[in-house]
C-alpha cells in the first residue's frame, strides 16, 4: 500500500515528493520505531520492517530492500582500497558507500533512474580496460538484450584481481526470454516488470558469464523470517571473477 501511495504522489508531484522525502520518511518511520530489526544501512531501529506483496522487506527510513542490506553487509567486509563501480545504485546504498575511506567509488546509471557520475552503456563502456577492482551490477543484466556483449565488457574493465557482484531476478524454472515480446504490456505479463527483457535461471547466467571468460563463486543465502536486518529469505549472489590462464 505505502509503495501504490508513493507511486501516485510521484507522478503527481514528482518534485514535491523529492523534495520532502526525508521529511515523509521521518514521517512513516515512527510508525515502525521499536527494537527488533536494525537497517544496517541507515542504522534506525525498527519494530518491523514494511512487508511488500513481493516478499520484500522495505525499511521506512532509507527505503531500502532486503537485497540491498546484503550488499551492504557484502561491501563492508571489504577492507583493501578499491576503485569501485556501481551500476544503478539505490540512493542509500550510494550514500553510505560514499563515506567508505577505501572506496574509489563511481556511479552509473544509462538510464537516468538513479543519481549517478556517469552514464555509461553497460554494452559499451567508455573506460580504458581493467579500469576497475570492484563492480556492483545488480538487477541490470535482466534488462539488456545485448547481454553477452555487457558481460564482455565488464570482463574487459575489471582488473584482473578484480570481482564483479552480480544480481538477477532468478527463475526456479526454465530460462524466459524470447525477444519477440516486446511491449511494456507483454513483458509485464510475462517477466513480471515492463522493462525486463528476460528471466535467468542462475545456471544460464552462470554458463553466459563463463563464456565470456568468467569464473562464477555462488553465495547462497537462507535465513529466517526474525531475521534481524530483514534479509531477503533466500538469495543467490555471483561473484565472478577473471579466468586467468
Ligand atoms: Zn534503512
Redesign the pocket.
Given at each position: 500500500m505505502y509503495e501504490s501511495l508513493k507511486s501516485v504522489i510521484k507522478k503527481l508531484f514528482p518534485n514535491l515528493l523529492y523534495a520532502h522525502e526525508d521529511t515523509l520518511r521521518k514521517v512513516l518511520t515512527w510508525k515502525y520505531r521499536g527494537n527488533l530489526h536494525k537497517?544496517n544501512?541507515?542504522e534506525?531501529n525498527l519494530s518491523s520492517f514494511i512487508n511488500r506483496e513481493n516478499g520484500d522487506q522495505l525499511?521506512p527510513?532509507?527505503g531500502?530492500v532486503g537485497r540491498t542490506r546484503r550488499l551492504f553487509s557484502l561491501l563492508s567486509e571489504v577492507s583493501e582500497y578499491k576503485r569501485v563501480l556501481h551500476f544503478s545504485p539505490p540512493k542509500?546504498l550510494k550514500k553510505r558507500l560514499q563515506s567508505f575511506d577505501n572506496f574509489d567509488y563511481k556511479t552509473t546509471d544509462y538510464e537516468n533512474e538513479f543519481e549517478a557520475d556517469y552514464r555509461y552503456d553497460i554494452t559499451n563502456i567508455m573506460c580504458p580496460d581493467n579500469q576497475f577492482d570492484l563492480i556492483i551490477c545488480y538487477h541490470v543484466l535482466e534488462h539488456i538484450i545485448k547481454d553477452i556483449q555487457a558481460m564482455t565488457e565488464l570482463y574487459r574493465v575489471l582488473d584482473d584481481e578484480g570481482q564483479v557482484y552480480i544480481q538477477t531476478p532468478f527463475s526456479n524454472g526454465e530460462l524466459m526470454e524470447d525477444y519477440s515480446i516486446s511491449s511494456r504490456e507483454d513483458r509485464l505479463l510475462h517477466y513480471g516488470q515492463a522493462d525486463h527483457v528476460r528471466i535467468y535461471t542462475a545456471e544460464v547466467l552462470i554458463n553466459r558469464l563463463r563464456q565470456v571468460g568468467f569464473e562464477v563463486e555462488i553465495l547462497e543465502y537462507v535465513e529466517s523470517t526474525e531475521n534481524n536486518h530483514g534479509y531477503k529469505l533466500q538469495e543467490q549472489v555471483l561473484v565472478a571473477r577473471k579466468k586467468l590462464s
Open positions: 537497517c544501512i541507515c534506525t525499511c527510513r532509507c531500502s542509500a
